[in-house]
Structure formats: structure tokens, C-alpha cells
């Protein structure tokens, strides 16, 4: 069974700095990786899917590294704002379905 | 709608009752999926269609729960004789096709049960 990790569990930083966010998963045998963004009491907002033929992927601030051998993901947003706060979940696709783990929870302050 | 939709957005019953949830997924997507969220936790598969049929239910919990498809597309999740360990919220999502595509989700239904 997969099973994904990811550390730390929440993180507080200043505006500005830049966030790294680690994800690993235990079967190396997936299709693609997906991480998502959730506010409190809403639902789960697609920020960046990588393939597992892919090494990262770049949306805006946001780049996502995978390295499927050792069965890990970073996710890094530049700059952070806090409009950045938010619970970041990271997801893994074997098959059709996907395993998510807990997330981090994310605060920016001003 | 641009989106996957979801409802109702909140719903609260007493123990025992049966309650529905509906999902309208983005329009041309043939994967649905429904997942349980509790607090503080990742989302949970709970099953899986391709088109009309059920493709994997192995998540869920017990036979009190069902979904069904008719029509291959808007999806309803049924919970029977409800109990206070259902309370969660509950996703659900689509994609494209299923393997390797994006999958987007709606913003849940926060089942409460008391």
C-alpha cells in the first residue's frame, strides 16, 4: 500500500521568504505526482501535476521537483506572500486513484 | 460550469438518517471519484467510476454507503442508517480520463452527523 509523508506538518515563515515543501512516497511505481493547495473549509485547488517521466514542473513562483527513484517530491513557492497560507497537499497516482498525505499547513506573515 | 459542483455544501442529520450527496463533475470527464477528508488528514479514496460504471469501490467503509452513475456523469453518494463516524467532508473529483490525468476537485460537502 502507498503510503505518503510530508514534513514538517505545518511551517511559519516571514513574507518573502521562499517555502520548500517535502513530500516522499513509498512505491516508486506511479504515474504522476499532484500537489494541491486547500483552504480552511474548502476544497482542493490543482496547483501542479508532474508525470512520472518528468523531472519538474513551473507554474508562476511555484516549482515542483520529483525524483520517483528515491520516492520524493519538493514543492517550492518563491517570494511567499501571505495570500500563500494555506494547508499544501501532496498526492500520488499508481494506478487511477490517489494517496495523499496529511499536508503542511502554511502560514505567511505580514 | 467551468468546475466540479457539489451538493449541498453543508449538511447536518440526526444518527440513523439517510442522507444523498451529488456531484456534477467538469463536463467531457469520464473518471469520478468521491474521497473523505476527517480533520487534519488527507483525503481518503473511497471509489472510483469510469463513465456509468463503478470501476473500484474497495474504498468504501462498509454497505451502508453507495454511489451511482446512471447517466455517466452527475454522481450521488448514498450513506444509510448514518452514524456519528461518518461525519467528514466529502470530495469528490474528476478528470479527463482517469490514469496519468489531472484530476479537480469540487469544494466538498461537510457531512455532520449528531
Known amino acids: 500500500k502507498q503510503e505518503v509523508t510530508q514534513i514538517p506538518a505545518a511551517l511559519s515563515v516571514p513574507e518573502g521568504e521562499n517555502l520548500v515543501l517535502n513530500c516522499s512516497f513509498t512505491?516508486?511505481?506511479?504515474?504522476?505526482l499532484q500537489w494541491f493547495r486547500q483552504d480552511p473549509g474548502k476544497g482542493l485547488t490543482s496547483l501542479l501535476l508532474i508525470q512520472s517521466s518528468q523531472r519538474e514542473q513551473t507554474s508562476g513562483r511555484l516549482n515542483a521537483s520529483l525524483d520517483k527513484s528515491s520516492g520524493r517530491s519538493t514543492l517550492y513557492i518563491a517570494a511567499s506572500q501571505p495570500g500563500d497560507s494555506a494547508t499544501y497537499l501532496c498526492a500520488v497516482s499508481g494506478d487511477y486513484k490517489l494517496s495523499f498525505g496529511a499536508g503542511t499547513t502554511v502560514t505567511v506573515r505580514a | 460550469g467551468a468546475g466540479v459542483s457539489q451538493t449541498p455544501s453543508n449538511k447536518v442529520t440526526e444518527k440513523g438518517k439517510y442522507v444523498e450527496l451529488r456531484c456534477d463533475p467538469i463536463?467531457?470527464?469520464?473518471?469520478l471519484y468521491w474521497y473523505r477528508q476527517s480533520l487534519g488528514q488527507g483525503p481518503e479514496f473511497l471509489i472510483y467510476f469510469q463513465g456509468t460504471g463503478a470501476a473500484d469501490d474497495s474504498g468504501l467503509p462498509n454497505d451502508r454507503f453507495f454511489a451511482v452513475r446512471p447517466e455517466g456523469s452527475v454522481s450521488t453518494l448514498k450513506i444509510q442508517r448514518t452514524e456519528r463516524g461518518d461525519s467528514a467532508v466529502y470530495l469528490c473529483a474528476s478528470s479527463l480520463q482517469g490514469y496519468s490525468t489531472e484530476a479537480f476537485f469540487g469544494q466538498g460537502t461537510r457531512l455532520t452527523v449528531v
Open positions: 512505491d516508486s511505481a506511479i504515474y504522476n
Open positions: 463536463s467531457g470527464h469520464t473518471a
